[in-house]
Each structure stands twice: as structure tokens, then as C-alpha cells.
């Protein structure tokens, strides 16, 4: 059974290609079944798959297809690999990926381009599987790329509208700055070490560098980079809020539940390379520490329920990069799929209040629906409880793993702690204010709710699993990373253990008091002069995008207007003048006047003789 | 095979093309693409053979001007069959993506291509330095009567700058030739063109740099390099469609073959002394040509441009003298010339509809033929480096047998990636997407003609990117004439 790995990505990629191939005449029902079907049978292959190999009592298995390229001895080969890593991995995609799938078959319903959407979603669930499931690096980033592009053409799918096509092509143009340090590290490391071969290239590291050394640190760097770009970190961070420009399923299976996890999987793809570096591990936390923290104050002031939701993705996956630079791995890789559940939840019952208020995004004009949408509002109120990791949630227990881990970590773990706990406060917070200002107070706008089965029942599916996926975590992911990563029993320090269990529930209390109650008048705060200047920081994502714009972006587009006709030219075009000019002096002397010509004749042989007499 | 029988059928075809314009409009099309046909599968039957015992595919050599030494020696060994074969391909290409657009003349018109052909094979087969000089020629005097007869509005100066460029340079290389037989002459005395005898030749270094500057001169202007790349933007800016797709498509090549078939092998240690500038100007060409690709408004001069970008990377991939860098520069030369024979007859099919190249005009064309528009993306994404297609695989074997020469130079080219993904992306902005423009209501889409084309070149390049195999080893034979493995 386990040599029907390689169905598992062949099946989206049929889609696609049956998608392309009919060029959007098939009937709708015909596409949608095509488009969710697809992703459905490469989830039940996985199921297949997963279920032998748990069963069996290998850690890895892996399929060679056919080689690639050989150059010397440069070999690689286009193979898949699994292991319980991958197989996590594969789970939330395929998983995951079909209930957004199938959500989607309702929500694109009357919108142009049915058919060229599900392609492209299609041909990401392919991309993406390649990205976990390849054996060398270099198909790990033909599927890096191979996302990317999906979510450049997924973001900009509604392309008539120029700003849709501005976030899409800066979410491709910043991501692949990071992805250019990322096949830097793919250079440095076949250098180093001869091989891209993932199993290969940590044997060797570990045998070349059994102490760690400048080089395993650069290069654990150089890949660090290509993951803050996929993932949105700080500093190449700024494209993921505008990218909430695409479809809010897109939002919900690219940038929240899959490829934005990809620089977490990556990292904890190449742990070894980590292991041998403590700089490398140290700049991984601060990274993920600096996120979290940054945008959980973004995500407390912005308006559109996407963005807020964009932001808080941005801050749970700077906690899996702090659970990975803190040592938490199994944590992390646990984060990453509670998130995917609940993220996705969250997504989903936005999309619907969105569909039922007729687009409209600005939570300012929501208000009062939670009876008018029911299925939504429940939804999105466990998908809440998950994200601020209130108790009894999957999403306590993937985040109450990583802080007490990071709370018992020898180097600065409890600096590191407090900062994430006081995110996590932040994250109750503005998850209360999201709540209240969609749901409840007075109702702004009536909704039409639209929703049949395909798109309740994948809300009802993700709210089991973002209660229950908790479970998940101790039958499965115990084994995750062996005896490399912390073990998840942990002998806490009590009062540590009770303030992180305590804090997010403090946060809701206070979120209740701040925004449903008049207990404290917010207003006084909000727009008071410090209180307006620090609002606007926020909602501008701490002014990042300015930077770049006036740092990059203008002077390059300055250079590229003032020389579009190429200064190289001119080179030659003064030299042309320059012959030119001498033709045209030529041309005037040959006037046809008898008497020029005797003149000029004359002037020559006289100018000769001088020079001869001189001479 | 025979590769003599090859070019006169070509040159036939040329004549015969010519002159059967007078019973049918269309009918010189027809001869054109039939023998383009003809010679693409003759090539694919000669590649599924294999090659000889000695390596080759063909091997002829008859007496010319025994006075002067000089020989038609035609060989063909992997790198050059593969590069006739992309030949012949984008010639078919070619003829079809003018299909339509020349309505004058057309009989001259593909005898020019023809013989533009027939001169292109045999400056990949010629194994005499007089004869690859004189098919040098051959190619270039079809080219610029394709420019100048039916180019667009500013014709006289594209093609008379192309003209000039080229022959400056072609002079200096014949020079060298001249002055490299002379040398040999003087320690041999034997007068000789033969490419295998002078190989031979022991020159001194400082007669070896100059001559071999004179070579480097002549094929970097061809590639095009920084900073003798300026008659490229209005040569192809001007020249009409299939006039576009061969010089993209195949005549670049011919400056990047010109490099490895005569700079690095006849100057091996010239060549090596000199790889910082060589890699350097591939550097400079892979930004400079990026960001100028960025600051056009003309479609076809944006592809263009884009085009100085990726000729860069192989200029760097052959100066990193190593296997990787130099296979990966023969990849990118086959990847480029599908990648971008597609965008400019793209860039032709939306001229021939909307009579304007300017992308100021265009927008939203995507919702008005939305073929093109996926075929644009596919092309434009291929352009950008995206791994599972050819151009991926050229670059990143570039880069990666230039890091192991020089990690600086290296960094600045993967740099190139980045603004790759900076004009691609913009192009396919102003061009197919954002709001559809309203002067432009309608808009033919592609038809089978310009689709079965597009097809065959998509298919190209998946087949490059996935399994590169069949490119690369068809140039493993000549790497140890490179002397870049033992």
C-alpha cells in the first residue's frame, strides 16, 4: 500500500490538468466535483498511506520516481520521502485542503472563473505536497516556488481590479527575496557538503561539523531566510496582510493553514543543521518572539476581519518559529496543525459572514448577527476559544506546550516566556474585539445567508477538530521528532504552569470589559493624541511597508523612469552624431561652384607646401 | 547524417519558396514550413540513432581553397545537433507566427528566413574557421533585409544598427581568425582553417589574450552583453514577428555557441585568466537587463531586454569553468529559446490585433482572450525561473557551478531572480490584467494555429525541466574538449 505514495500528489495535479486542459467549458457541478474530488481522493490515499505506515514499525519510506539531473556529481532525483514529519504534514494538507475545497465549491459558486480557480487550487494542493513529501531540497523548493506562484495567481484571481494585482505581485516579489537566501543556502550547502539530499545532507553536516562551525551557522541562516518569506516574519512580513486580497478560501488553505507553515516545516525539516548551531536556533526565537509579538498588536486595531485574522496568522506562526528556536519541536510541528484547524475554521465562518453580508469586510459594519448566522457565529466562537488557547481547545494545548517549553529553557527562558505570554494576553484580546464587533452589539447590515451543506458541513468538521485535534497531539506527535525534541511531560514550575493557563483567560475577561462593557471607556484611550499616533502605528503594521517603499521600491522606480531609453546607448548615438556632423560638413563642400572648388583646391596645395617647407 | 545536404535543402527551399509566390499568396508559407518540418524530424530520427563511434553525428569535410588550407569541414556532434534541432523547430515556429502578419512579398520574405537557417546550421556545423566565418556572414544579410523590408515604423535605423554592430564585430573576429592562422603558419608553416589543427596551436599569452579578445568581442556583441547590447532592443523591437523569434531564438545562440565551441577551447588559458570579466559582464547583463526590462512600455522591448538578462546567466555559466556552469549555460540557451520565441509571438500576436506594442494601450486583456492570457502567464513564469520548467533548471546549474568560482558574483546574479520576478510579473500586470482597457472591446483569441505552436513550445520546456537528462547528455561529450573534467 505504501508504494501508492506518489498518487498522493498525482491526483490535484490531474485536476489541474483536467481543469486547463477544458479551459473552464465544463458544466460547474462537473468542475466542482473535479476540483474537490481531486483533493478528496489524494486525502483518502493519504489515509491508505498513513494508516500502513503508522501500523508498520519503519520511521521512513521513500519512493524514487526518476532522476532528475545528473551534472558530475551532481545527482539528484525527483523522489518522495515520508515520515511522521511528512505524514503530519500531508494529513493537514490534504485534509484540511479538502474541506476548504469543498467550502469553496459554495463560496466561488457565482463568481467568474469557477473552473480557473479550482485549477490553480488544485495545482497548489500539488505544489504543496511536493514541498513535504520531496527527498532532496531542490524538489522541496520546486514546490516552494511552485506555491509561491499559486498564491501570486490565487491572490490576483480576481485580476480586473489593478489592487488585487499590486498584492499579489508583492507577495511573490518579497517572498522570493527570501527565497533567493534560500537557494543561496541550497549553494553554500552542496558545497559544503556535496549533496542536496535532505537525509543525506544532515548525515554529512552532522559528520562535518560535529561541533557546529561558521558554515553550518550561515547556512542554517541562509535557509532561515527563505522560511521568513514563505512565513511571513519579521522583516518579510509586510506582503501576507495585503494578500488577503484573494478569495477567503484562499485565505484560508494558503495563507493560514499550509503554505504560510511551510518555513516552520523547513526549519524543522533540516532540525540537524539547527541542532549544530546555537546562533542560528537563538535568531529562529527572536525572529518568531519579534512576530508575535508585533503583529498581535497590529491585529488589535485593524478593521477587516480578514486582515485581523491575517495578522493573528502572522503571530501564531511566530510562535511555532519560537517554539522551534526554544526547542519545542514536536510543539511547534503541534501549533502548526491546531492552527491549521482552527485557522482555517476561522477563515471559513468569516467567509461566510462576508458571503451573507454581500462582501462587506469592515467588522464596523457588522454588529448583532450571531443569531442571524448561527452556524457561522458557533463556528467562529470555538475557532476563537482555540486561538486565544482558551482551556479544553486544541489550541491550549499546542500553545500551553510551547510556552512551558520555553518557560524551562536554560538561556533566556523566562524573558522569552513573559514577551510571548504578554502576546498571548494581546491575542485574547483582540480575538474578543473581532467577536464582539462582528457578532454582537447592534446589527448594521442584514445578512443573507446563502450556505448549504458543502459549506456548513467543512465548518461543523474543522470545530470537532479544533476542540478534539488535541488528542491528536499526545497519540501522534509524542513520536514526532524521537529523542531529539523535548519530551512533551515537563516537570513545571507550578505558578509558571498556572499563568500560562491563566493569562489568556484574563485577557478575555479584560476584552470583555474593554469592548462589551462600558466598565472602562476605551474611547478616552483610543483617541486621546499618544492613543491616536500609537493606533495608526499599528494599523499600519509598524510602519514597515513605508520603509521598504521609500527605501526600495520608489528608487527603483525612479532609476527606471529616468533611464527607459538606456544611457549605454548614448554611447553610440554620439557616435553616429559625431559622423554625421563630419558628413554633413563634407556635404556642404560639395556645393558644385566652379569657384569653391579652385578656391579649396588652391587653399590645399598651399597648406601642403608650407608643411613641406617647414619640414 | 548529412549536414551539407541539410543546408542546400534549405537554401533550396529558400529558391524554391522565392519563386512560387507567383502561383499562390500562401504558398511559400506552405514550402517554408514543410521544410522546416522535414529537417526537425530528419534531426529526431538522427538523434534517436545515436551518435557514431567517434561521438558525432555527422563528420564530412571536402576540399574548398586547398591553396589556403581552408576546407568545408560540416561536423556534428551533441551540443551542435541540439542547437540545429532548436534550429529547425523555431524555424516552423517562426513561419507560423508570421503566418499571417506579412502580406507583401511574401516569397522573398521566406527565402530570407530560410537562408538566415541554412546560415545558422551552418555556423553550428562548421568546423572550419573561414567557413564558420562565412556562414557568420550568410546569417547576417537575410536578418537584415527581414528587419529593414518588413519591419515597424523606425526600420531603417533597427536594421542598419544591427547591421553595423554585427559586422564591427565580425570584423574583429575575422582578424583574429586571420591573425591565429598566421601564427600557425609562422611556427608550422602550414596554412590552415581546420579547427582541429589549431587547436593544437601553442600561442603565447599575450598573443593568446588578444585574439581571443577578438573572438570574446564578436560573440558577446551577438549574445548579447552589457555594453554592446543596444542594437538588440531596436532590432527586435522592429523586426516582425518571425524576424523576432529567430534572433531570440536562435541567433543569440549563436554568439553563446561562439564562446564555447571556439573562445574557451582555442584560448583555454587566456580564457581562464579572464573569467572575472566574462562572469562579471554576465552580471552586469543579468541586472542592467533586468532593470531596463523593468523600465519599458513596449512589450516586445521589455521581452527584449529580458532577453540581455538571461543570456547573462549563461555568460556567467561558462566562465565558472566548470561542468555544472557550463551545462547549465547550454540549458538556459535551449530554455531561453522556447521561453522566449513564445513571448514575442505573443508579442507579435498582439501587435497584428491591437497595432500597438505599447502596454499603456493594453490592460485587462486577459478577460478579452483568455488563452493568450494563460499562455502568456505560462511563458512569463517560465521567463521568472519557476523549477519544474526549463529555464529553472539552466539557471540554477548556472548558479550553482558559479558559486563554487566566486560566491560574490554569485549572490549579485541570484539578485537577477528577483527583479526576473519583478518585470515578468509587471509585463503580464500591464499587459493581460487589471482593468480591462475599454478601447480595446474585443479581441480575436488564439485559434488552433498560434495554439498548436504555443503547445509544442510549453511542452519543450516542461520536458527540459523535469528531465533535463536528455539536454544534458547530449553535451557530456564535449566537456572534455572544454577542459573542465579530465
Known amino acids: ?615 | 547524417m548529412n549536414v551539407a545536404l541539410l543546408i542546400g535543402l534549405l537554401l533550396t527551399a529558400g529558391l524554391v519558396a522565392w519563386s512560387s509566390e507567383r502561383f499562390h499568396k500562401s504558398l511559400p508559407n506552405w514550402v517554408a514550413l514543410v521544410s522546416f518540418l522535414i529537417a526537425t524530424i530528419w534531426i529526431v530520427f538522427v538523434w534517436l540513432n545515436g551518435p557514431s563511434e567517434g561521438g558525432t553525428y555527422a563528420d564530412q569535410s571536402y576540399e574548398w581553397i586547398p591553396r589556403f588550407g581552408i576546407s568545408l569541414t560540416l561536423r556534428v556532434d551533441g551540443l551542435s545537433l541540439m542547437l540545429i534541432g532548436l534550429t529547425t523547430l523555431l524555424g516552423a515556429v517562426a513561419v507560423v507566427s508570421s503566418w499571417t502578419e506579412t502580406q507583401t512579398r511574401q516569397g522573398f520574405f521566406q527565402f530570407n528566413i530560410l537562408w538566415v537557417m541554412a546560415g545558422v546550421v551552418g555556423v553550428f556545423s562548421a568546423f572550419d574557421l573561414f567557413l564558420f566565418f562565412f556562414f557568420w556572414e550568410v546569417m547576417l544579410i537575410p536578418m537584415y533585409f527581414l528587419i529593414a523590408i518588413w519591419g515597424h515604423e523606425d526600420k531603417a535605423y533597427a536594421s542598419m544598427k544591427f547591421f553595423l554592430f554585427t559586422q564591427i564585430s565580425g570584423l574583429l573576429m575575422l582578424v583574429a581568425i586571420v591573425a591565429l592562422v598566421w601564427v600557425h603558419y609562422d611556427i608550422h608553416g602550414i596554412i590552415t582553417f581546420d579547427y582541429d589543427t589549431l587547436l593544437e596551436t601553442e600561442l603565447d599569452s599575450s598573443v593568446a589574450r588578444l585574439l581571443m579578445l577578438g573572438f570574446f568581442i564578436a560573440f558577446i556583441t551577438k549574445l548579447p552583453s552589457v555594453p554592446v547590447h543596444t542594437w538588440l532592443p531596436d532590432a527586435h523591437t522592429q523586426a516582425p514577428t518571425a524576424g523576432s523569434v529567430i534572433l531570440a531564438g536562435i541567433l543569440l545562440k549563436t554568439g553563446a555557441y561562439g564562446l564555447i565551441r571556439f573562445v574557451i577551447t582555442l584560448f583555454p588559458e587566456a580564457s581562464q585568466e579572464f573569467w572575472v570579466y566574462g562572469m562579471g559582464l554576465g552580471v552586469i547583463s543579468i541586472l542592467y537587463g533586468g532593470y531596463m526590462a523593468y523600465s519599458q512600455s513596449d512589450f516586445k522591448r521589455l521581452v527584449a531586454y529580458s532577453s540581455i538578462a538571461h543570456m547573462g546567466f549563461v555568460l556567467v555559466g561558462v566562465y565558472s569553468f566548470n561542468e555544472l556552469g557550463i551545462q547549465g549555460a547550454i540549458v538556459t540557451m535551449i530554455a531561453h529559446g522556447f521561453s522566449t520565441a513564445a513571448l514575442f509571438m505573443m508579442a507579435g500576436a498582439l501587435q497584428e490585433r491591437l497595432h500597438t506594442r505599447e502596454m499603456s494601450k493594453m490592460g485587462g486583456l486577459w478577460v478579452r482572450a483568455p488563452r493568450m492570457g494563460a499562455v502568456t502567464m505560462f511563458f512569463v513564469i517560465a521567463s521568472v525561473g519557476m523549477p519544474g520548467l526549463g529555464n529553472f533548471i539552466g539557471e540554477f546549474l548556472v548558479l550553482l557551478g558559479a558559486f563554487q568560482k566566486n560566491v560574490l558574483l554569485t549572490v549579485l546574479a541570484a539578485l537577477g531572480i528577483v527583479v526576473a520576478a519583478v518585470y515578468g510579473l509587471s509585463l503580464m500586470q500591464r499587459s493581460f490584467q487589471g482593468t480591462p482597457n475599454p478601447d480595446v472591446p474585443e479581441m480575436k483569441d488564439f485559434a488552433f494555429r498560434e495554439m498548436s505552436v504555443m503547445v509544442v513550445l510549453m511542452v519543450g520546456l516542461v520536458w527540459v525541466g523535469i528531465y533535463p537528462q536528455h539536454v544534458l547528455g547530449m553535451t557530456d561529450a564535449i566537456l572534455p574538449l572544454l577542459g573542465v573534467v579530465p
Open chain 1, 1 to 615: 500500500m505504501m508504494n501508492l505514495l506518489w498518487l498522493i500528489p498525482t491526483f490535484p495535479l490531474a485536476g489541474f490538468l483536467i481543469l486547463c486542459a477544458t479551459e473552464g467549458k465544463l458544466p460547474k457541478v462537473v468542475t466542482a466535483c473535479i476540483g474537490a474530488g481531486s483533493v478528496g481522493l489524494s486525502a483518502i490515499a493519504a489515509t491508505l498511506v498513513g494508516w500502513e505506515f503508522v501500523t508498520s514499525d519503519s520511521t521512513s519510506y521513500s519512493q524514487v520516481l526518476w532522476t532528475w539531473m545528473v551534472v558530475g556529481d551532481f545527482n539528484v532525483s525527483i523522489s518522495l520521502y515520508l515520515d511522521y514529519l511528512a505524514l503530519v504534514m500531508v494529513g493537514v494538507i490534504t485534509g484540511v485542503g479538502f474541506l476548504i475545497h469543498l467550502y469553496a465549491t459554495g463560496y466561488m459558486w457565482d463568481e467568474e472563473g469557477y473552473s480557473r480557480f479550482f485549477a490553480y487550487m488544485n495545482l497548489f494542493v500539488f505544489a504543496m505536497l511536493l514541498l513535504v513529501l520531496g527527498d532532496s531540497l531542490l524538489l522541496l523548493f520546486l514546490g516552494w516556488e511552485g506555491v509561491g506562484l499559486c498564491s501570486y495567481l490565487l491572490i490576483g484571481f480576481f485580476h480586473t481590479d489593478p489592487a488585487n494585482g499590486y498584492a499579489a505581485r508583492k507577495a511573490f516579489v518579497v517572498t522570493r527575496v527570501g527565497d533567493t537566501a534560500l537557494i543561496l543556502g541550497l549553494f553554500l550547502l552542496f558545497r559544503e557538503v556535496g549533496t542536496l539530499d535532505i537525509q543525506q545532507s544532515l548525515d554529512g553536516a552532522r559528520d562535518i561539523w560535529p561541533d557546529g562551525s561558521v558554515m553550518n551557522t550561515a547556512i542554517a541562516l541562509l535557509l532561515l531566510g527563505g522560511a521568513i518569506g514563505k512565513s511571513a516574519q519579521v522583516p518579510l512580513q509586510t506582503w501576507l496582510p495585503d494578500a488577503m486580497a484573494g478569495p477567503t478560501p484562499v485565505s484560508a488553505l494558503i495563507h493560514a493553514a499550509t503554505m504560510v507553515t511551510a518555513g516552520v516545516y523547513l526549519i524543522a525539516r533540516m532540525q540537524d543543521l539547527y541542532l549544530l548551531s546555537e546562533t542560528a536556533t537563538l535568531c529562529v526565537a527572536v525572529v518568531g518572539l519579534v512576530t508575535l509579538f508585533i503583529a498581535s498588536f497590529t491585529a488589535l486595531v485593524q478593521s477587516d476581519i480578514k486582515r485581523v485574522l491575517a495578522f493573528s496568522t502572522m503571530s501564531q506562526i511566530g510562535y511555532m518559529f519560537f517554539a522551534l528556536g526554544v526547542g519545542a519541536w514536536s510543539a511547534a510541528i503541534f501549533h502548526l496543525m491546531t492552527h491549521a484547524f482552527f485557522k482555517a475554521l476561522l477563515f471559513l465562518a468569516s467567509g461566510s459572514v462576508i458571503l451573507a453580508l454581500h462582501h462587506e469586510q469592515d467588522m464596523h459594519k457588522m454588529g448583532g448577527l450571531w443569531r442571524k448566522l448561527p452556524i457561522p457565529f458557533w463556528s467562529m466562537l470555538i475557532g476563537s476559544a482555540a486561538l486565544a488557547a482558551l482551556p479544553f481547545t486544541s489550541g491550549f494545548v499546542s500553545k500551553d506546550a510551547i510556552l512551558l517549553t520555553a518557560a524551562h529553557s536554560e538561556t533566556l527562558g523566562m524573558t522569552f516566556w513573559s514577551i510571548a505570554v504578554a502576546a498571548a494576553f494581546m491575542t485574547s484580546l483582540y480575538t474578543v474585539r473581532m467577536m464582539y464587533l462582528t457578532f454582537f452589539g447592534e446589527t448594521k447590515t442584514e445578512p443573507h445567508d446563502k450556505s448549504k451543506a458543502n459549506m456548513w458541513l467543512p465548518l461543523l468538521v474543522l470545530s470537532v477538530l479544533s476542540i478534539g485535534g488535541g488528542w491528536l497531539g499526545f497519540t501522534v506527535l509524542g513520536t514526532l521528532f524521537g529523542d531529539k525534541g523535548v519530551p512533551f511531560e515537563l516537570h513545571l514550575k507550578e505558578l509558571v504552569a498556572i499563568a500560562t493557563m491563566c493569562v489568556p483567560l484574563l485577557g478575555v475577561l479584560v476584552g470583555y470589559l474593554l469592548f462589551a462593557t462600558n466598565v472602562f471607556d476605551r474611547r478616552k484611550i483610543s483617541d486621546s493624541a499618544p492613543g491616536k499616533a500609537v493606533g495608526r502605528f499599528w494599523f499600519v503594521g509598524w510602519g514597515f511597508d513605508k520603509i521598504y517603499d521609500s527605501l526600495i521600491v520608489n528608487p527603483f522606480r525612479w532609476l527606471a523612469r529616468v533611464n527607459k531609453s538606456d544611457a549605454v546607448d548614448y554611447l553610440y548615438r554620439f557616435t553616429t552624431l559625431v559622423a554625421r556632423i563630419f558628413h554633413n560638413l563634407l556635404t556642404v563642400s560639395q556645393n558644385g561652384r566652379l569657384r569653391w572648388y579652385a578656391l579649396t583646391m588652391f587653399s590645399g596645395l598651399l597648406f601642403v607646401l608650407i608643411v613641406v617647407a617647414l619640414i
